[in-house]
């Protein structure tokens, strides 16, 4: 009689079917063999599931009207997003310098959200579980790059540096404002944090997401924004808040100092 622990040691075919085992022999030592090695797997799934992977608690809305549940009705397909791994740095306003600040992994958008005069804006997700915070990517139309390497004679790395090393500078300049404004003045300014990066192989910016309707309070031509007839209140107030936030850092360069 074929002996089955033998089996589980030797190679199979090569050892059981020889002329000295009969066919018969060999099926069943085959079927044999396949129940003692499923067999313990089938217990372990019955007896001691595994623990059920990772999956984020259920959360429900607080109030969802019926339309927008009638909506769930209709098929939405998910946006196209792609994985990116930005390595981000810093300007440093105070010494002037570049530093690395770590690395970004996120899910993008593929299709950008909007648009301005010189870039496409893509929003990101960062593929952090606890913490998932939205990001803006910012890229270079075709017309920019053809402006920034024809006309401005730089290139798109020097630029998109620039364009990072002026947001600091405001960011600074914002900050100092919002310390000096008076009590009487009410809510500040404030930018959010921007970072140098590399997407897609080519020079970017990458800041947080500002949520809300995007408006236009200031201008470069050092003109002041005209407000609109049905304008609100809240909205002539920000105007001249942010006049006033303009003229700060002017003020500021006339004294030679922002301390
Ligand atoms: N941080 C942000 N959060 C949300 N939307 C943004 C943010 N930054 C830009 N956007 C959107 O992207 C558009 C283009 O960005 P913008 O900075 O104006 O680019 P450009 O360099 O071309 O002027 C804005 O008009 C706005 O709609
Ligand atoms: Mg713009």
Not at 10 to 21: E, P
Not at 39 to 45: D, E, F, Y
Not at 107 to 123: I, T
Not at 243 to 252: D, I, M
Request: aromatic share 10%; charged share 25%; glycine share 4%.
């Amino acid at each position: 009689m074929l002996p089955f622990l033998d089996l589980t040691r030797c190679t199979w075919c090569g050892l059981l079917y020889t002329k000295k085992v009969p066919f018969q022999a060999f099926l069943r030592a085959t079927f044999t063999l396949m129940a003692v090695l499923i067999w313990p797997n089938l217990l372990k799934a019955t007896n001691h599931p595994s623990p059920p992977p990772a999956i984020a608690k259920t959360q429900f809305p607080t109030s969802v009207s019926i339309s927008e549940i009638l909506q769930a009705g209709k098929l939405v397909k998910p946006k196209p997003k792609k994985k990116a791994t930005l390595v981000l740095e810093k300007f440093d306003v105070k010494t002037g310098e570049w530093h690395e600040e770590g690395v970004l992994d996120l899910l993008v958008d593929a299709e950008k959200f909007s648009s301005g005069g010189f870039r496409d804006a893509f929003l990101a997700t960062s593929c952090n579980r606890e913490e998932q915070q939205k990001w803006v990517i910012k890229k270079y139309n075709a017309k920019a790059k053809d402006a920034i390497t024809n006309t401005l004679k730089t290139t798109e790395e020097d630029h998109t540096r620039k364009q990072v090393q002026m947001h600091s500078a405001a960011r600074q300049l914002t900050k100092q404002f919002s310390i000096k404004a008076p009590s009487n003045f009410g809510q500040s300014f404030y930018y959010n944090r921007v970072f140098y990066t590399k997407f897609e192989e080519e020079p970017a910016t990458v800041e947080e997401y500002v949520p809300g309707k995007f408006v236009k309070y200031i201008n470069n031509n050092g003109e002041c924004c005209s407000t609109p007839e049905d304008c609100t209140n809240e909205g002539r107030e920000l105007v001249l808040k942010a006049a006033c936030l303009v003229h700060f850092p002017l003020n500021t360069r006339k004294r030679g100092s922002c301390s």
